[in-house]
């Protein structure tokens, strides 16, 4: 899915902020920004794009032609932006909530190309929350909603794993299990060239496993001592 940058006329620039959005599978997928130059009859376009390839999720660009910004000027820059949700509501499937439950969520990341890369001209953002079905994003464990994931992996790291922790209390999220990953760049001349795809997501993984109650913690501790005391008194 890719952002058609709008534009017209003989001699023409157009830096466009719109975005479209469709929807492919359980994936919700939105692809923001771009720019086009005519002049006479030569079109060069460069658009945010946001594409489902087998079981991965790439945030990328339509194409990189360096002579759009070329015609821009050596100053010039691009802005782009993705956003990717998806709800585990299938029917039949639904994966819903549960109170006092731990959730881990694991993926896949290869940002090498540009979202999470150190190159000179790009200026990224690329975040991961886990969302209920209204939208709100769960708190983490390390107390926040909105994981930046290239402060996971570390500076200059653009591929790795990251591994999350959510946890429920008593009150239920409400809705099915969501996803939200979003991508933001400001491409300059410099980082144009490094190719289409910017981000790559794979092998999204969600796991669950009940929190014992605090009471449950006790007599489970309360077992284990009366066990150590049973066996010295054995001996």
């Known amino acids: 899915m890719t952002y058609d940058v709008p534009g017209g006329g003989l001699v023409s620039i157009t830096l466009s902020d719109g975005?479209?959005?469709?929807?492919?599978?359980?994936w919700d997928l939105t692809a923001q920004g771009g720019a086009n130059a005519t002049i006479l009859l030569s079109l060069s376009?460069?658009?945010?794009?946001?594409?489902?390839?087998?079981?991965?999720?790439?945030?990328?660009?339509?194409?990189?032609?360096?002579?759009?910004?070329?015609?821009?000027?050596?100053?010039?820059?691009?802005?782009?932006?993705?956003?990717?949700?998806?709800?585990?509501?299938?029917?039949?499937?639904?994966l819903s909530y549960?109170?006092?439950?731990?959730?881990?969520?694991?993926?896949?990341?290869?940002?090498?190309?540009?979202?999470?890369?150190?190159?000179?001209?790009?200026?990224?953002?690329?975040?991961?929350?886990?969302?209920?079905?209204?939208?709100?994003a769960l708190i983490s464990s390390n107390n926040t909603t909105q994981i930046n994931i290239a402060g996971l992996l570390g500076t200059g790291v653009p591929t790795g794993t990251i591994s999350?922790?959510?946890?429920?209390?008593?009150?239920?999220?409400?809705?099915?299990?969501?996803?939200?990953?979003?991508?933001?760049?400001?491409?300059?001349s410099s980082a144009l060239s490094l190719?289409?795809?910017?981000?790559?997501?794979?092998?999204?993984?969600?796991?669950?496993t009940p929190v014992p109650e605090p009471g449950c913690r006790l007599l489970i501790a309360s077992v284990g001592v009366m066990m150590l005391m049973r066996r010295r008194r054995g001996l």
Do not use: C, K, M
Not at 112 to 133: H, K, R
Not at 172 to 178: K, L, N, R, S
Not at 179 to 188: C, H, L, S, T, Y
């Open 19 to 26: 975005s479209t959005t469709a929807t492919r599978g359980l």
């Open 45 to 94: 376009e460069s658009a945010a794009q946001a594409t489902l390839t087998g079981s991965s999720l790439q945030f990328g660009i339509s194409n990189d032609n360096n002579s759009l910004l070329g015609l821009l000027g050596s100053g010039g820059s691009i802005h782009y932006a993705w956003d990717a949700v998806a709800y585990f509501d299938t029917p039949g499937s639904v």
């Open 164 to 188: 999350l922790t959510y946890t429920t209390d008593s009150s239920t999220p409400t809705g099915p299990i969501g996803v939200r990953f979003i991508g933001d760049a400001q491409v300059g």
């Open 98 to 136: 549960s109170p006092g439950t731990q959730y881990s969520v694991s993926f896949d990341v290869d940002g090498s190309n540009g979202l999470l890369s150190s190159v000179s001209g790009l200026n990224p953002n690329f975040t991961f929350e886990l969302i209920d079905g209204s939208g709100n």
């Open 195 to 208: 190719g289409t795809t910017y981000a790559t997501i794979s092998n999204l993984d969600i796991t669950s």
